[in-house]
């Protein structure tokens, strides 16, 4: 079964990463632009970071057979930041018409401040005027309110709901997110957000309509393969096949593919050639390329 | 509250290198005489305090101790490193000297391009400093940090939160302390911060937990018990 991650930053992660998800199934996956980790303090280290994900992490992945979408925006904890945030908001619309973009994201809240919510519903404009559908985070804290508050906020700008995927859903967001037409998110965590048997309980709780699950590995401990992982759980309690290709690859595809921008040919083929370089630089380190 | 880190000073009158550090860092950046203050000189003694004074803990003798609590410092600050006490001092020391507004331009510098450590004592110095509302800014931020030492910095042994920050951003530092395992009896001042809004939140915050098979912090009584409104 071919799988698709729609929640990972793969610039935190290398090259075994890539290879043991393609092993796994993996085909295709989304970064969505987020934090680092650390406060950045310039707009211009935002321009290079959206840059390296719609050029240099694109080519890595192709690197290994697959496919990179991502996605663009001023993330709630920075919007925090009166020094860079309208700044990061005024690149944001060179990027958004690229290829390999599929949504603005992750917008939403954190701390659940004003500013937060200011950047959020700009963010939706921008997300409207360039025909795009949002990737909306879930505060850690507070976590019911927030996925309360990003619901009605979606509703207050008519946002077309089809077209906002909630993610870091739990026992206890997930059925206020169903009763929208928004699409959820699951990010399966290691130790936090979501394991592979409560995702189980879930979907049978719930069905398969309209759920999406991901790793969103990122530079803390967490787990690239937990989409394949979590596969497998659904596989031992008996979830039909139909329902797990729905969750871990067509529902990913409905989602983000009403951009028009996830060319379904392309992703059926996922051959790769790493002879090829990108600016002159290869992944390679004098090993042999591969063919496939 | 300049006058306690006054008294935070002395301690290096008994430890020999470190008085003798201090004492070139006041030379060096102008901060002794009435020279010119060079900004980038103290940013580079700023930095060294650690290669210079070591982490090993302060630790007050309990008659130190006595001279502290008398001076209004009811939280622990034993535990703070020697380059932590040395680099809050010299901080303190350019809140004299400077203008206000070049002062906090010379922390906020210090903080931008800091290591975790510098990070550290700059927000644990804070308490000491004058005008302190001005950082409330830097420290919500420094609260969004995903470096625990950090995080316990300013939400832990400090008084800089309960005294400084809004009901929203305290609220938050506390639910951030039950995700990462810190006491609440670390957190100053918090009595006198309770609200509903954050028995609310906890509560919630417990529930999730419950629904998700996990357990529940065992202090988490500590803000969800029955209050008054307000502050």
Redesign the interface.
Known sequence: MKLFDPHIHMTSRTTDDYKAMAAAGIRALIEPAFWLGQPRTHVGTFDDYFAALVGWERFRASQFGIKHYCTIALNPKEANNPKIAQGVLDLMPRYLEKDGVVAVGEIGFDDQTAEEEKYFALQLELAKQFDLPVLVHTPHRDKKRGTERSLALVREQRFPEERVLIDHNNEETLPLVLATGCFAGHSIYPDTKMDELRMVALVKKYGSDRILINSAADWGVSDPLKVPKTVAEMRKAGIADRDIQKIAWTNPIAFFGQTGRIDHAELDGAHYDQSELWEGNSVLRGQAPEKR | MIASIHLLEEQFAARPAAKAWFDTATADTGLASSSTFDDERFLLVFSSATRRLGKAAFAPSEAERERLRAQGIHWQVETWGLDELGRAVLLAHAFERLPPARAAQLLENCY?RADNRERQAVLRALPFLPDRSRFVPLT??AC????QSIFEAIACENPFPADEFSE??FN?LV??AF?TGVAMSRIVGLERRLNPELAR?AQ??A??RR???RSVPADIDAVTRPQRNGK
């Open positions: 931008a919500v931020e969004r940090t995903s470096v929203l951003a938050q639910l951030k995700f939140m919630d915050y529930a999730e629904a998700a098979g």
